[in-house]
């Protein structure tokens, strides 16, 4: 079975630039999330997508961060502008919807300059 | 709100020691608690998990028992191995499929 395939797994901007992210996540699984991760700290949830509708945005700092699931499969994750402390490893993740069961892909790690 | 917090590492061992990694855990109701690694170089996965009070999860030799009278959810292997190096994650869901993670904690284990 295939895994969560994100892309880049790297990307260096300057800071005021743009940068997307991609995910395709594990085949049938309806709920799909964006989480970040800063270095030394635990991952925090972006959004969390139930099939194309959002479920939770509540901390995706909305002024620059947008995120799509189109069609209820893939998603990007867009930052615009980008800020020195945007810098992190952003991880998607999917899941069936069993509680807590969630697989992570390998991550995009993101350095604002 | 729901929170965890987890044993500040890093941590190194040497092989076939004892390892123990402490997380407590605030939460209203009855959360599911997890532990999730990250070797290097991968995605995090899943290590073990417990939805119930008193429950115990297991894999790969560790084990981690709900203790909802101390809030907590502490991870323990009897014997580690050089493959045991990774940051392990302490998590808490309360049941809307959200997951909410302690720090991290490093492991290192020496041959």
């Known amino acids: 079975e295939a895994g969560v395939a994100q892309s880049p797994r790297y990307k260096i901007i300057e800071k005021r630039q743009s940068v997307a992210f991609w995910c395709n996540p594990i085949?049938?699984?309806?709920?799909l999330y964006w989480y970040q991760q800063i270095l030394g700290q635990g991952p925090k949830l972006l959004i969390q997508?139930?099939?194309?509708?959002?479920?939770?945005d509540s901390q995706l700092p909305k002024d620059r961060f947008s995120a799509e699931r189109l069609k209820g499969v893939d998603s990007t994750l867009k930052i615009q502008p980008a800020k020195l402390e945007d810098s992190a490893v952003y991880l998607c993740?999917?899941?069936?919807?069993?509680?807590?069961?969630?697989?992570f892909g390998e991550g995009s790690r993101l350095t604002v300059l | 709100g729901n929170s965890v917090t987890q044993m500040e590492g890093p941590v190194t061992l040497s092989e076939e020691a004892f390892l123990t990694i402490n997380c407590t855990y605030t939460?209203?109701?009855?959360?599911?608690l997890f532990w999730y690694v990250q070797y290097p170089g991968e995605g995090l996965q899943l290590l073990l998990k417990?939805?119930?009070?008193?429950d115990k999860g297991s894999n790969k030799g560790f084990e981690a028992t709900y203790r909802k009278e101390t809030t907590s959810f502490h991870l323990e292997k009897g014997s580690v191995q050089v493959s045991d190096s990774a940051v392990y994650f302490c998590?808490?869901?309360?049941?809307?499929?959200?997951?909410?993670f302690g720090a991290g904690t490093t492991v290192t284990v020496r041959a």
């Open positions: 993740a999917s899941s069936l919807g069993t509680w807590g069961e969630l697989f």
């Open positions: 939460a209203t109701g009855y959360p599911s």
């Open positions: 085949s049938g699984h309806a709920t």
């Open positions: 417990a939805t119930k009070a008193d």
């Open positions: 997508f139930q099939n194309n509708g959002v479920v939770d």
């Open positions: 998590a808490l869901s309360g049941g809307d499929y959200k997951l909410s």
